[in-house]
T-cell receptor, first 116, second 113 residues
Framework: NAGVMQNPRHLVRRRGQEARLRCSPMKGHSHVYWYRQLPEEGLKFMVYLQKENIIDESGMPKERFSAEFPKEGPSILRIQQVVRGDSAAYFC??????????????FGAGSRLTVL | GQSLEQPSEVTAVEGAIVQINCTYQTSGFYGLSWYQQHDGGAPTFLSYNALDGLEETGRFSSFLSRSDSYGYLLLQELQMKDSASYFCAVRFISSGSARQLTFGSGTQLTVLP
């Protein structure tokens, strides 16, 4: 029973290039969340998606960042024209439909983006 | 506003008991969760308090008091492997953010031999 799979684990890009991070949710989970973590800091919410639907993107920067979760395939977090400030660990998490309870998130191992 | 506050660092020795506090400001939330993260690895779920009181899971316990806007994670019989970051998290009851978890800034626990 594979958990949340993220790839690549490490990605190096030069300023101005594009970064694509992929996330396959845990089997049976239909909801995906992306979080960003800077060194020595907490997890900052970016976006919450269901299949073919963005539920909440209130944490996404307005420019250069986009996310999708197509009907087939993994969720993709795309960062265009990367800048050094985009260097961070990007964590994906998945859950069953969040009811009024705990909404326990299962996290992937993260993708570490370094922008040179 | 809505916010979560945790101490940034806590240090304790093996075998000791340590309490990590989490205070929050919000008009409403579904419950308080705790997650553990080792060295930038995947955060993992530890516990959840929907109601006031104490929840116990082995060496770890979590407490919530809604009237005091306060919760804590209690770790007993500390082991070296407990050295990690601990995050409290809530789902705030407000339009637009009711379904996503908001995390505190984390508490780095260091367990000394």
């Amino acid at each position: 029973n594979a958990g949340v799979m993220q790839n690549p684990r490490h990605l190096v890009r030069r300023r101005g290039q594009e970064a694509r991070l992929r996330c396959s949710p845990m089997k049976g989970h239909s909801h995906v969340y992306w979080y960003r973590q800077l060194p020595e800091e907490g997890l900052k919410f970016m976006v919450y998606l269901q299949k073919e639907n963005i539920i909440d993107e209130s944490g996404m920067p307005k420019e250069r960042f986009s996310a999708e979760f197509p009907k087939e395939g993994p969720s993709i977090l795309r960062i265009q024209q990367v800048v050094r400030g985009d260097s961070a660990a990007y964590f994906c998490a998945s859950s069953p439909p969040p009811l009024s309870g705990a909404n326990v998130l299962t996290f992937g191992a993260g993708s570490r983006l370094t922008v040179l | 506003g809505q916010s979560l506050e945790q101490p940034s660092e806590v240090t304790a020795v093996e075998g000791a008991i340590v309490q990590i506090n989490c205070t929050y400001q919000t008009s409403g939330f579904y419950g308080l969760s705790w997650y553990q993260q080792h060295d930038g690895g995947a955060p993992t779920f530890l516990s959840y308090n929907a109601l006031d009181g104490l929840e116990e899971t082995g060496r770890f316990s979590s407490f919530l008091s809604r009237s005091d806007s306060y919760g804590y994670l209690l770790l007993q019989e500390l082991q070296m492997k407990d050295s990690a970051s601990y995050f409290c998290a809530v789902r705030f009851i407000s339009s637009g953010s009711a379904r996503q978890l908001t995390f505190g800034s984390g508490t780095q626990l260091t367990v000394l031999p």
